[in-house]
């Protein structure tokens, strides 16, 4: 069983940063894919970054040159640095795990971004 526990969320006024973790308990195995999800108000949860265990990333095209999402396979843990944020940026920001057929989520850290 896995379970992830995000944090780093807060407050910051449009244009700040903030740096978002994702710490993993359990088994991470080599063909783990991790991400970045997020949800705003009244919309559907979208993907915001992912990284394989080799490295590999894919961005959703509003974060692109601005959020940098990366991995310490050591820790377990995946990081999402958030650079230039925008109040378009607000939502609640969950961390995903897929492996092979299942995602596995974690509950969450909300992202302010006020103007």
């Known amino acids: 069983q896995v379970q992830l526990v995000e944090s780093g969320g807060g407050s910051v006024q449009a244009g700040g940063s903030l740096r978002l973790s994702c710490a993993a308990s359990g088994i991470i195995y080599r063909f783990d894919v991790m991400g970045w999800y997020r949800q705003a108000p009244g919309t559907q949860r979208e993907l915001v970054a992912e990284i394989t265990m080799g490295g590999r990333v894919n961005y959703v095209d509003a974060v692109k040159g601005r959020f940098t999402i990366s991995r310490d396979n050591a820790k377990n843990t995946v990081y999402l640095q958030m650079n230039s944020l925008k109040p378009d940026d607000t939502a609640v920001y969950y961390c995903?795990?897929?492996?092979?057929?299942?995602?596995?989520w974690g509950k969450g850290t909300l992202v302010t971004v006020s103007s």
């Open positions: 995903k795990l897929h492996r092979s057929a299942r995602d596995y």
